[in-house]
Each structure stands twice: as structure tokens, then as C-alpha cells.
């Protein structure tokens, strides 16, 4: 009998799917940006994305989890976010055996994902390596007054966003409450990202998602852009590489935990009383 692992209808099937969605996530989303920051036909400049730019890398993104969630949604419950595994785990809806498999397909997914991209755009890359400060992972951003955002605030940016898109997603897709149709899911969350992106991506990209910036984050590294992917001469922005590994995975179990205690059991009463 083959084992869990390479067992197709099991885990092996499910972590297939998650490296796929995952990937197919990071192309369209990395790939929107890249369109966006590598060519100034497209609103660039400087490396930098102006208002109108950064509508359309919201809506990319939002788009790219939709595409991603149709892809692994009906095998593995399409995660595509070692955040979102870790969510599911505290909630207990989730296996905490599989958490560590399906986080390690996750940033496989994205690491090839950025593996594409980089030969796809290398044109663009030519030269220009400190763009992938902004393609291939996040960073604290630059406000208009010339102040960097410090690692606090991209700290507690990474917490909130990666809180509401958890807690969101339980709100959105538990069966007490009103779900909405299976096919209809991945587009509410693609525009759950949008959101998201709208209101909270400023300070530090909302990577919300720590194989979005991990797994590319690698490839540059591999690529020969070390000082860029984990610089370390002590700067605001170089010690800035665990806060969208981290601070993800805390903001979900922290979602978990409210929803389990607040409104997990005032669902649960509604539907008791329903049936009774």
C-alpha cells in the first residue's frame, strides 16, 4: 500500500494541489507586479508604482488568490498560505500533522513560481536587481513625509492584515453562517485580498502570506541577490526580512483564537436553536 505521502487521494494529493494553487498565486500576483514596476510603459517609475499602478497590483493580487483557490480548493481547501494552515490548526478544523507538509509545498510553490518569473522578465531584472525589493517580496515603504515605516509598524501592518484575512475567511466560509456557493468563495476572497490591499498595503506590501515572501525571497538569494533577498548591515529595511514570516503567522492564530471565542459560539447557538 502506498504511503500518506505519495498516496494521491490523501496528503500526497492534497499537497500537490497546494504547490500548484500556491504557485499559480505567486505568478499572477508577482507577475502583475513585475508588469507594473519593470517597464515604465505601465505607470513605473523608478522602480516605484504610482496610484494608478497600485490599483491594478490590488486587483492582480485579488485575482491571482481567486485563480490559486480555484485550483486547490476542492482537493486540499486551497490554504496556498503557511498563515492560513497555522489558522486552520488553532481552529481545529485542520490536522496539525499535515501543517508542516503543506507550509513546505506552499514555499516550494512559490519558490518555482518565482523561478518562472525571474526567466520570464529577465530582461527586466537586468540591471535592476533592487526591484525585486518590491516583486518578489515585501519591504517597509517610504511615506510622504521622507519617513521610512519602522519595523514596528510593518510588525503590527503584517499582524492586522494577515488577522482580517483569516478571521474573515472563517467568517466568510463557516457553515453556521450563510457561505456563500462553492464556486463562489474563491472570487469573495480574491476581493477579500483587494480589500486588503486597499486599506493596509501601504506600510509594508501585505505579503500576509509567508511563502508569498519567503519562497521568492530564496530565489533571489539564489540568483546571486544576497545583500537584496537578507542584507545585513544593520539598516531599518535589512532587518526586515522575518517580519512577513512571522508576523503573518501570529496575526492568524490570533484570528483563530477570537473566532473560536466570540463568534464560533454565537454561530453555533444560532444554528443549535435553528434545529431545535
Same mark, same amino acid.
Given at each position: ?12 494529493? !492534497?499537497?500537490?494541489? !497546494? $504547490? ?5 498565486? +505567486? ?29 491594478? +497590483? ?6 491571482? *488568490?481567486?485563480?490559486?483557490?480555484? *485550483? ?47 526567466? !520570464? ?13 518590491? +516583486? ?15 519595523? #514596528? ?19 466568510? #466560509? ?19 485580498? *483587494? ?39 544593520? #539598516?531599518?529595511?535589512?532587518?526586515? $526580512? ?7 503567522? +501570529? ?14 459560539? *454565537?454561530? !453555533? ?8
Amino acid at each position: 500500500m502506498a504511503s500518506d505521502l505519495t498516496n494521491r487521494r490523501g496528503l500526497g494529493g !492534497e499537497l500537490i494541489a !497546494e $504547490f500548484f494553487g500556491t504557485l499559480v498565486l +505567486i505568478l499572477f500576483g508577482d507577475g502583475v507586479v513585475a508588469t507594473v514596476l519593470l517597464f515604465q510603459g505601465f505607470g513605473a517609475k523608478e522602480g516605484s508604482a504610482n496610484s494608478a499602478s497600485w490599483l491594478l +497590483i490590488n486587483w492582480g493580487w485579488g485575482f491571482a *488568490v481567486m485563480l490559486g483557490v480555484f *485550483v486547490a480548493g476542492s482537493v486540499s481547501g486551497a490554504h496556498l498560505n503557511p498563515a492560513v494552515t497555522l489558522g486552520l490548526a488553532v481552529n481545529r478544523s485542520f490536522a496539525w500533522a499535515k501543517v508542516l507538509p503543506y507550509m513546505v509545498a506552499q514555499v516550494l510553490g512559490a519558490f518555482i513560481a518565482a523561478l518562472i518569473l525571474f526567466f !520570464e522578465y529577465s530582461t527586466g531584472f537586468n540591471g535592476v536587481h533592487t526591484a525585486a525589493t518590491n +516583486i518578489f517580496f515585501t519591504g517597509p515603504h517610504t511615506a510622504l513625509n521622507g519617513q521610512v515605516v519602522p519595523i #514596528t509598524s510593518a510588525f503590527f501592518d503584517e499582524v492586522l492584515g494577515t488577522f482580517l484575512l483569516m478571521f474573515l475567511i472563517l467568517a466568510i #466560509t463557516d457553515a453556521r453562517s450563510a457561505p456563500p456557493l462553492s464556486n463562489l468563495a474563491p472570487l469573495i476572497i480574491g476581493l477579500l485580498v *483587494v480589500a486588503i490591499g486597499m486599506s493596509f498595503g501601504v506600510d509594508s506590501g501585505y505579503a500576509i502570506n509567508p511563502a508569498r515572501d519567503f519562497g521568492p525571497r530564496l530565489l533571489a538569494w539564489f540568483a546571486g541577490w544576497g545583500d537584496v533577498a537578507f542584507p545585513g548591515n544593520g #539598516t531599518n529595511f535589512s532587518n526586515y $526580512f522575518w517580519v512577513p514570516i512571522v508576523a503573518p503567522l +501570529i496575526g492568524a492564530a490570533l484570528a483563530s483564537l477570537v473566532f473560536m471565542y466570540t463568534l464560533g459560539p *454565537v454561530l !453555533e447557538a444560532r444554528a443549535t436553536n435553528i434545529k431545535a
